[in-house]
């Protein structure tokens, strides 16, 4: 069994390149969406049109140079403005009337087109422009961002990154490894030979554990040391969790490779168990309460968005492992589930 | 018929005999388009509020009713305890905490300001940041004296009724061609390598552009069949048709084909393997579908990301689609884009033609 | 004298390990030259640069009047090669994979139909002419590897052990195969490990670690070593 495990463990350290691939990969997704992918909408590029430059006018668009929601880009004259919108030069257009500094009428035309950030334009540049930001801070709200409270997207990614790499790692990797040997006919050597067949799968599976688990280790210390990602439901819960997640991934690369008989086959399968399932059915960005009752069921059976909603819970809110309880027990169902599946699969082919 | 035809026809045929990999091509824009508009809803609708009114007076109690008359807020619960508020946002049922203190009122007949304190579950940005600003706006009128605050008449452009999946369809379509021009041509080559028929190849005269190109080829006709179909359910299905020409869409979507087949070739050119070939493609496609401005908005990335998301086919792509599809905007306005397209879509293809080495 | 392969001190080192040391021979146009050594000594390699597979690290020297150094691309219009592995599609007919090879070297369809159907014919093949590749056994993708090979017409063939895996039979098949195309005037360079292949050959050459031990007609070399047959051969220069 071990000579088992030295041979792939030598396979995957002769093979520099791919290692270099898997460790280094994970931890530039993390840096990059760490600190540039954003859900949040800032710099709205935001045009004036005016017939009066006046000083009201003037004092409003001070204001709006201010903040850091806008991006100014100048003034328009009215007959322009559909071709700003059109050509995305302007996000939205503020169209200040002839009496504005008597009245204070103003006209809101936004690009509707991108959803998001005509409402956050739109609910910004009213909270702006009708009693300017003095007004609010006078009126004595005081807002607080639990949890976040400079508002970091990459809050929300760490956890989605992770939900990814691992099923990349153990379920993809682990099932075009084995499925390749099938290829190759190597796999009929190993079954002939005195050790348990269910040992050469297990032995090809813990170089990639390993391997996730090293990756599991620099994305945690690049969450907290780099990107300030709390961790405060404690590093040995996260951790917990997270090896479950690796079991179970690996359960699910074994029953790939169970089914399938071609490497091609074997990644197409796991891609749209994956990527798929892991963008839009695990909240990572569209939140679970949006996808309408008929499909709500795949997000409650695809594994990562359990995964990623533990996840998030124990690093970002810091709830204890109490908390994460059902979380963890349908990673644990579905562990069960596909490891059984998987073992008494792999035990019919043989005969 | 010169040796590229003969090279086509061949990518062809093997593409018509892998049953699988053909059904799927010809199902996945299909099913995506069916599915993930549904899915894919970032849109902020209903931020859930949770009151705590500790005042009990006339004032809270009009804050109340001013925000339940709000239009984007929602399950407005009352409760009197903090505590208990707080263990509704810690399980998710609620986004935003008003919490209205004791003596608000008589704090306001006296002249100064009340102390509102508003806590968002930050933990999703977007809806924190929108959920408060909307609570803001629900009572600023209360707060201040109430006649200063006028709400200007707003017009939403190109989609009135702000609906989400016209916003997002685009970026559906560029998703479907990019999996598709990106994955099938680099799994073909990849099998060619690891089963040694491009070793074949490579001992006949055929020239590296020659090959290169009947790699690209196919699967540039292929993803335009894809988007066909993409663009026929979606008007179908959710009666979005583009506003603008066809042409230019049709126009955009082969110089985008042409840079990401170009690109997947160019990976496996340079991989030993699948393992390693296909973790690169997916860091990269992670990359082109979260730093494009496909899924999450561009302007937000820091600038420096701005600038490295220049060499990005998606990036462009993305601009000239939804500016096309939704807004009807021509290729003449977006001249600068669909330039930095072709630019884009040259380079990767040359760097697929140079690194592919005939001799080692 | 006719020489349609000349090569002197050729040599390709990959890092700090020589595969090819400083190797020089040359094959005279029409003869079976027989490429022989363990596995490992070499030839694989050797033959890749003569096919313009792989840049030589050193030497000079002509393929069918091109430099192996420079050249590459003119000498693959003048060769046809059946590797080590089994490399026509298998997920194509027969018929297609002749059609795409005879393509790829420029033939005309017109040609590229009638050759097919000749070559075929003279395996006795053409029933299953539209047959996938890959539901045939071993000895017949041998078989049609090699006529695919020659499909072009090509001055010189490189064969790369093909008939590694497959039963005597069809290997004297195939061997009869290769002689008659030696006696239309086609050059054949063939790698192999069965010495008794070696008997079939003209000339042979036996490498051992990177160089040419020994060069000449199978007759002279059992004459030389004073062995009975070519195995012996083998194994006294091997030791």
Redesign the interface.
Known sequence: MSSFIRKEMLHILR?R??LL??LV?PL??IM??G???????????VMVCAPHRSYAVAEAVNRMTASRYF?YKGFVDAGDI??S????KAAAVVVFADDYDV??????????????????S???L??V???GNV??K????????????Q???S??FVPGIMG?IFL?ICA??TS??IV?EKETGTMEVLLVSPVKPIYIIVSKMIPYLLLSFIDLVIILVLAYFVLDVPLAGGVGNVVLVSVLYLVLALALGMMVSNVVES???A??IS?MVM?MPV???SGL???TE???WA?RWISYVVPPRWYIDAM?KLM??G?DLK?VLLEVGVLLAETVVLMTAAVKKFNDRLE | MSALGFLIKKEFIQFRRNRFVSRLVFLLPIIVMLIVPLVANMDVKGVNVAVVDMDRSGLSGRMVSHLEASKQLRARLVVTDYRQAYDLLEAGKVDVIVTIPEGCEQTQMLGRMPEIKIDANAVNATKSGLGSQYVIASLTPLLTDGSAVLSPSVRYFYNETLDYRFYMIPAFIIIIIMLICCFIPALNLVLEKEKGTIEQINVTPVSRMEFTLSKLIPYWIIGMVALTEAILTAGLVYGLWPEGSLASIYWAALVFALAMSGFAIAVVNISDTMQQCIFVMFFFVMLFMLMSGLLTPLDSMPQWAQWLTVAFPPRWFVGIMRAVYLKGTTLAELAPDFLALAVVATFFCIVAIVTYRKQK | MDNIIEIRGLTKKFGNFTAVDGISFSVERGEIFGFLGANGAGKTTAMRMLCGLSFPTAGSGKVAGYDVMTEGEQIKSHIGYMSQRFSLYEDLTVNENMELFGGIYGMKRGDIADRSCQLLHEISFSDHADDLVGSLPLGWRQKLAFMVATMHRPEIVFLDEPTGGVDPITRRQFWDLIRAAAARGTTIFVTTHYMDEAEYCSRISIMVDGRIKALDTPQALMLQMDAKNMNEVFVKLCR
């Open positions: 093979d390149r791919t691939v898997v990969i530039m997704l990059l969406f600190f540039t992918v954003s859900t949040d909408v800032n710099n709205i590029k991006e559909d071709q919108l059109r050509t995305g009245s204070g009428k103003y006209q809101l035309l936004l690009d509707g087109a991108d959803v998001n950030t005509a409402r956050t739109q609910a910004y009213q909270s422009l009708s009693t007004a609010v006078q009126s004595g709200i005081q807002t607080h961002m639990l949890f976040n409270p508002m970091k997207s809050f929300n990814m990349l993809m990797m075009i490894s390749k490497q091609v086959a990644l197409l891609a990527i963008i839009f059915f960005l569209f939140p949006n996808i309408p499909l998030r970002i809110e709830v908390g």
